[in-house]
C-alpha cells in the first residue's frame, strides 16, 4: 500500500502547500506531482528517554515542513529551500559523496534509506518550506525527513507502511547525520492525531493516543533563538553514557531500572553517571504521571511534572544552557503558567509552557520583554495545538476545482 494517508486542508496546510507549489514553479520552473506534509513535535514529557527503550508523551505540532516534488529524467535531486533561499545538487547514485553537513544530508539519507526498503527514486526537483523554528528543539529534523520519505516513497510508486517510514528516517538521522537520535521525533510526526497526545513505549513502539482538552490549558512554545551549538556530540556523549551506567547496573537499558534499584546500587556509578541515570528513571516515571494527569484532566499537575522534568535535565542530565532558564524563569514569571520545561536535545532550542487557556493572550508579549531584556536576543513564542500527523497534502481541495 502507497502511503496514502492525506492531510486536511486547513487554512495553515493551504498556505503552506501554496509556498511549496510557488517555490516549485520559482527555483525548478515546474508544478509539483507530489506534496508532503510533516509537522513538528512538542516533547510533552520524555527528555532523553527515547534512546533509553523508556516513555515519552508528544505531540505532533500544527506548524510543519512541505515539501512539493516532480520527477526529472535524471539521477539527480536539485531541492530548494525558502527557509534561508539555499540550493542543492546531489546524485541518488553517489550518495557516499556525503553527508555534507546541511540540510540536505536528510534527503540524501532518507534517499539511501529507502534503497535499503527496495525502494529507489530517481532523481527529482524538489521545494522546501516550513513555519516550523528551523534547529529550535521542535524537531524541524524529523519533520524534513518524513515530509521528503513520504515525497520521495510516492514518487517512486513505493508501498512504505508508516511504522517503517518513521524507522528509517530516524535510521537516516543516526547513520547518514550522525545524530544518535532515539525514535520520539519521526513517531510523534507520522503518528500524531489533532487533540490528542501520542503516549509511546520506545521498546515495544506500543503507542496510545491520550485526548488533550486544548479549553483549561494550552501549549506555548517559547524559541530562545539560541543557536545550538555542539549538540550532536553533547547528545551522543549523553547517549553513550547512559548506555554504560545501564551496562554497569546490569540492565539491558535504563529503562529496566526504577528508583529503588538505582538506589541500592547507587556506589557503582561515578557521580556523572549517577545523575544521568536519575534523571532517566524519575523522566519516566513522569511520563507515567503526565499520562494520568492528562486522563484525569488535571491541567496544573501535568504542569507540575513539565517543571520537574526541567529541573532534572538541568541538574542532573546537564543540557540546559543561560538562554533556556532566563525563558523558562520569565515563563514561570507570568500569570496562569502551570509549569514549563526545555525541549528536544537542549543547548538551546525551545521551552515548552502549559499556559491556562484565559491567560495565553497577554503570554508571549510579557515573557518576551521579560527574556529580551535579559538576553538582547528577540524570541519567537507562539501557542501550539496538537496537530494531525504527516501526509499527502491534496493538490485541490474539491471547491477549488
Ligand atoms: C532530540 C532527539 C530525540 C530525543 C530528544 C530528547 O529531539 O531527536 O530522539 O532524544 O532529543 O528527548
Known amino acids: 500500500m502507497l502511503y496514502n494517508h492525506e492531510c486536511a486542508l486547513d487554512e495553515r496546510t493551504r498556505a503552506l502547500r501554496d509556498r511549496a507549489i510557488a517555490g516549485l514553479g520559482r527555483c525548478c520552473g515546474q508544478g509539483p506531482q507530489v506534496i508532503a506534509r510533516a509537522p513538528g513535535r512538542l516533547e510533552v514529557l520524555g527528555g532523553h528517554t527515547d534512546y533509553n527503550e523508556g516513555f515519552v508523551l508528544a505531540v505532533a505540532t500544527e506548524q510543519a515542513t512541505a515539501i512539493a516534488a516532480t520527477p526529472r529524467e535524471d539521477r539527480l535531486v536539485r531541492a530548494w529551500t525558502d527557509c534561508d533561499e539555499s540550493e542543492a545538487d546531489f546524485d541518488t547514485e553517489r550518495l557516499d559523496e556525503g553527508p555534507w553537513g546541511r540540510w540536505w544530508d536528510y534527503l540524501a539519507g532518507v534517499i539511501r534509506e529507502l534503497h535499503s526498503e527496495a525502494c529507489s527514486p530517481g532523481g527529482a526537483d524538489v521545494a522546501i518550506v516550513s513555519d516550523l523554528p528551523i534547529a529550535g528543539g521542535v524537531s524541524s529534523s524529523a519533520a524534513i525527513e518524513v515530509a521528503s520519505a513520504i515525497a520521495f516513497s510516492t514518487l517512486a510508486g513505493c508501498a512504505v507502511e508508516p511504522e517503517a517510514l518513521a524507522l528509517l528516517c530516524q535510521r537516516a538521522e543516526n547513520e547518514y547525520v550522525g545524530m544518535k537520535c532515539g525514535i520520539m521525533d519521526q513517531f510523534a510526526s507520522v503518528f500524531g492525531r489533532a487533540g490528542h497526545a501520542m503516549w509511546l513505549d520506545c521498546r515495544t513502539r506500543e503507542r496510545r493516543l491520550v485526548p488533550m482538552n486544548s479549553d483549561k490549558a494550552r501549549f506555548v512554545v517559547c524559541d530562545t533563538n539560541k543557536p545550538r551549538e555542539l549538540v550532536e556530540s553533547a547528545y551522543n556523549e549523553r547517549r553513550e553514557q547512559c548506555e554504560r551506567a545501564a551496562a554497569i547496573l546490569g540492565a539491558r537499558a535504563l529503562r529496566d531500572v526504577d528508583a529503588q534499584k538505582l538506589a541500592a546500587n547507587a556506589e557503582l556509578l561515578d557521580g556523572t553517571l549517577l545523575r544521568r541515570a536519575r534523571h532517566v ?89 521579560r527574556y529580551e531584556a535579559e538576553t538582547n536576543l528577540t524570541p519567537d513564542i507562539f501557542a501550539t495545538a496538537p496537530a494531525d500527523g504527516a501526509g499527502l497534502i491534496p493538490r485541490e481541495s474539491e471547491e477549488e476545482l
Open 281 to 369: 528513571v524519575s523522566e519516566n516515571a513522569r511520563v507515567q504521571a503526565g499520562v494520568r494527569a492528562l486522563e484525569a484532566g488535571d491541567m496544573p499537575l501535568l504542569g507540575e511534572l513539565l517543571s520537574a522534568s526541567h529541573v532534572s535535565l538541568r541538574d542532573d542530565y546537564e543540557v540546559s544552557c543561560a538562554e533556556l532558564e532566563a525563558m523558562r524563569d520569565a515563563a514561570l514569571a507570568a500569570p496562569g503558567c502551570l509549569g514549563a520545561r526545555l525541549m528536544g536535545a537542549g543547548f538551546g532550542g525551545c521551552v515548552l509552557a502549559l499556559v491556562e487557556a484565559t491567560a495565553v493572550d497577554g503570554f508571549a508579549a510579557q515573557v518576551g520583554r
